[in-house]
């Protein structure tokens, strides 16, 4: 069942993401160009996801068990610290320079993009780099 619960959880995330224009890397860098034609649209879809995650999360710290009756495991790190900064900037030149972030880049390699292809393949990539040097 939970299995089946993160399946249709990501099927209605990606069609969320298809539906916002997230999904689409020429309105995504329309965003992030603040000096040019700046498309503002992005933010309200920001500022929505963040409303239903504090609603979420604010349900989610009261409960000891999700729905299906598993543990509740909420992120636990609170400090902002050197890995936190370096990673939320790696992360964002990547998504300013590729106008793909992970989610949205799962659900366009679904459709076939070969940039998306590229994308996910070099961010697995950079994850197995980042485990090796963290060794």
Do not use: Y
């Not at 999904?23 to 992030?32: D, R, S």
């Not at 992120?75 to 972030?101: E, M, N, V």
């Not at 989610?103 to 697995?124: E, R, S």
């Amino acid at each position: 069942m939970a299995l089946l619960s993160a399946a249709l959880a990501g099927v209605i995330f990606g069609f969320g993401l298809l539906l916002s224009g997230m999904a689409n890397p020429g309105k995504v860098q329309g965003f992030l160009d603040l000096a040019g034609a700046w498309d503002p649209s992005l933010a309200m879809v920001m500022i929505g996801a963040i409303a239903v995650g504090l609603v979420g999360f604010g349900i989610a710290k009261r409960q000891a068990h999700s729905l299906l009756k598993l543990p509740m495991e909420l992120p636990a790190a609170t400090q902002i610290d050197r890995k936190l900064l370096t990673g939320s900037a790696l992360f964002g030149i990547g998504w300013g320079l590729a106008g793909i972030c992970p989610g949205p880049g799962l659900v366009t390699m679904a459709m076939g993009i070969p940039q998306a292809i590229v994308f996910v393949v070099a961010m697995l990539a950079g994850m197995q780099l980042l485990r090796f040097i963290q060794k």
